[in-house]
């Protein structure tokens, strides 16, 4: 990075986007770039570093480098430092920008125009893109753009990044502003004197902001009432809590039952495909690793796409239409009984889909011991990888019976395992925060944004990020750990004559056996541990490894979810199943968990004391959980 | 009313749903520093109106408050920072 700065004829110039958190900056970031862009990290922290590419009108090379949101270069969050080490050129491995785009929300001009007034003082060119100026126009707010640009000394360009408006005008002017890097707009105002306390500078950028408004505002806007009249139900003590269970309630009927209809489209495609190839293929070892493999094991994971994508669905709406501040603003005082910070709703509520999205949601809280805790206690929330495991052994074990008049015995128990992960999070939380993170109560002081339709463009590239990843996923772990338990539960062949079935001659069958002893106590046999030792790379693949070690077993027979079932209703007890719902409720089986887990905390001691945390309490609990099964009689 | 007759102020913290008032001080004698920056970067700042818009639930905490054209959503015990002077 830093040998390119010495290329005498650069043709890439380096552009950065700043502004206050919820003023559109990603959506415009998104109308420049059209999409054409990289999400990566900055090295040591995981600051989400994005980056796109786009030529200016003039035929100029832009590398445009969107920065995380911020009210002030004051930073205090990890995100923040990261845009003011940017901008003060503290970040060795970024290039400092050449001009500077800031954005500022048109609805709240108060607001956004404290951070441009820090900016000037950077002494780098700045363009001011107005954005939301057609929803400030509504509201009746009438703006001289000369006076404004004059007294902030830099270029003003209205923007409506949802409708891709402005984009043009805002690349011409910062080519105009290379071309006269030095000149005119830079230089017209004096340099800010950086000798004043922080607050003192807060304070006079207000007053200074106020002067500058008085001038170039002729008419104010009348800030939406809408907002307002949807918060009077949204924050009403009682109302506002109905309607956020409500929403969690729409949302876990949405992954449990909307999306079983295209789970089971995928199903029988993969069922199918492994048919047709089982069909036109030999029988023979290439056969057995295409179908019992590939097929089954990728097959298995796959079918969860549907639900997955739902929930993030969910969640980048709640997001995007700014109600997500609000949850926390609901839970703040109920997460705060276990030492939890209302911005702790969010992450833990991603994780109901996934703990990775999740732990990189606690990016937002300040505090480093809210924030370890907040990581710590989120793979205990029910992610949807543990989905497959759960439907598989409740419908194999749990009779489908009506109880309390219309309740399913079965649903009742998805929502106890549920709620049952929820309990072990926040009672685990509270353990933390009181012995090992003990510490003062964090401030929760944020901003609630004005409601917007969400974008369905930055919702759909949200969902496009989250299929690529998934689809990498399943490319990489999860094809070659399926391969790999392939070759594990397929080899060695039992030689000709031996008894019983063949997966006990293989090498899966024999770390089994060695581990029989130490999973015994709490109910499991040696094929449940085979299983549990991919289950660690991707929770859901240990469904396609039960399915190879059972069907490997059961001469040729496909793993399809119903046979084994089926297979396992037969082979486990009642106190295995439920002893092994309990060890997946608590386990820490995923291994990209522990991964983002030292990426976000720079160092393996969290990560390891995650693992070994979360396998006490899962031992512990599947240890009571099956005597206590067998001592009702289920053994 | 003279300049020298002092009126009661109170804590932002003890305010309750529908006040309005306006800030006289923020940031009491032992505050962190930080913390006192960020009220002010929030736009708390002396000679600012605010109104108390609305109360979570379970005990009424945290608060939002209206100040300068925006909504924010603090607890009661970080309110406490600031002073204000209660609006007729």
Redesign the interface.
């Known amino acids: 990075m830093i040998e390119k700065k010495g290329k005498s004829l650069r043709k890439n110039f380096k552009i950065a986007l700043i502004g206050n958190p919820n003023c559109g900056k990603t959506a415009l970031f998104n109308a420049l770039t059209g999409g054409n862009a990289k999400v990566g990290n900055y090295p040591g922290v995981t600051v989400e570093r994005k980056e796109g590419w786009v030529s200016s009108p003039g035929g100029l090379s832009f590398n445009l480098l969107d920065l995380p949101g911020t009210y002030s270069l004051e930073a205090r969050t990890p995100d923040e430092r990261i845009t003011s080490e940017v901008l003060f050129g503290h970040r060795h491995e970024e290039e400092m920008p050449d001009v500077l785009i800031a954005v500022a929300d048109a609805t709240h001009l108060e607001r956004g125009l404290g951070l441009i007034l820090e900016l000037r003082a950077l002494g780098k060119p700045v363009v001011l893109a107005l954005n939301m100026t057609d929803l400030a126009e509504k509201q009746g707010l009438m703006l001289d753009w000369v006076i404004l640009a004059r007294e902030l000394g830099v270029p003003v360009i209205p923007t409506v990044a949802t409708q891709t408006q402005g984009v043009q005008e805002l690349l011409t002017a910062v080519e105009h502003q290379l071309r006269s890097v030095g000149g005119f707009w830079s230089q017209q105002v004096p340099i800010q004197n950086f000798q004043i306390s922080h607050e003192e500078g807060i304070k006079r950028r207000f007053a200074e902001i106020d002067r500058i408004l008085a001038l170039a505002v002729l008419k104010p806007s009348q800030p939406s009432r809408w907002t307002d009249r949807i918060d009077r139900l949204v924050l009403h003590p009682l109302w506002g809590s109905l309607l956020l269970v409500l929403i969690l309630g729409l949302v876990f009927q949405a992954i449990f039952t909307w999306a079983q209809v295209p789970m089971e489209l995928l199903r029988s495609v993969v069922g199918w495909l492994g048919e047709q190839v089982a069909h036109r293929m030999p029988e023979g070892p290439l056969q057995s690793l295409i179908v019992d493999g590939v097929i089954a094991g990728v097959g298995s994971v796959l079918v969860f796409l549907p639900q997955i994508l739902l929930l993030f669905l969910f969640i980048l709406i709640l997001e995007d239409s700014g109600y997500m501040p609000r949850a926390a603003f609901l839970m703040d005082r109920l997460m705060g009984r276990v030492g939890l910070h209302g911005r702790a709703f969010i992450p833990l509520l991603s994780s109901f889909a996934c703990a990775i999205p999740g732990i990189m949601a606690t990016r937002t809280i300040e505090d480093r011991r809210d924030r370890l805790t907040t990581i710590l206690v989120a793979p205990l929330m029910t992610c949807s990888a543990r989905l497959p495991v759960y439907s598989l052994l409740i419908a194999a074990f749990i009779p489908n019976r009506l109880v309390l008049g219309s309740l399913r015995l079965q649903g009742l128990v998805m929502f106890g395992l549920y709620f049952f992960g929820v309990f072990a999070a926040l009672m685990v939380a509270m353990l933390l925060r009181r012995s090992l993170l003990k510490g003062p109560k964090p401030p929760l002081l944020m901003e609630l944004p004005t409601y917007k339709w969400p974008s369905p463009r930055s919702i759909w590239m949200g969902l496009l990020e989250r299929c690529r990843l998934f689809a990498r996923r399943a490319g990489t772990v999860i094809l070659a750990v399926s391969i790999l338990l392939w070759f594990l539960a397929s080899y060695p062949k039992p030689l000709q004559g031996q008894p019983g079935p063949a997966i006990a001659y293989s090498y899966a069958g024999r770390i089994g056996h060695a581990l029989e002893p130490w999973v015994k106590p709490i109910g499991f046999n040696w094929k449940i541990a085979v299983a549990l030792i991919p289950g660690f790379a991707a929770r859901e693949v240990m469904i396609g490894s039960l399915a190879t070690v059972y069907a490997v077993e059961g001469q040729g027979e496909k793993g399809v979810k119903d046979i084994l079932g089926a297979k396992l209703a037969k082979d486990w007890s009642v106190a295995t199943a439920m002893s092994l719902l309990v060890w997946y409720v608590l386990a820490c089986q995923c291994f990209s968990t522990l991964a983002v887990t030292r990426r976000e905390t720079n160092s393996w001691t969290w990560p390891g004391f995650m693992l070994a945390y979360m396998t006490c309490l899962a031992y512990a609990g599947s240890f009571l959980t099956y005597h206590f099964a067998v001592a009702l009689g289920f053994g | 009313m003279s300049p020298e007759v002092k009126r009661k102020t109170h804590k932002l913290g003890e305010l309750r749903k529908n006040s309005l008032a306006m800030i006289v001080k923020v940031?009491r004698a032992g505050d962190d520093?930080?913390?006192?920056?960020?009220?002010?970067?929030?736009?708390l700042?002396?000679g600012s109106s605010v109104e108390v818009?609305?109360?979570?639930?379970?005990?009424?905490?945290?608060i939002?408050i209206r100040v300068?054209?925006?909504?924010?959503?603090?607890?009661r015990?970080?309110a406490n920072a600031v002073e204000v002077l209660i609006h007729d």
Request: proline fraction near 6%; hydrophobic fraction near 50%.
């Open positions: 940031g520093v930080s913390q006192v920056a960020r009220l002010m970067e929030m736009g700042l002396e818009v609305h109360e979570a639930p379970f005990g009424a905490d945290p939002a300068r054209g925006i909504l924010v959503a603090l607890r015990s970080e």
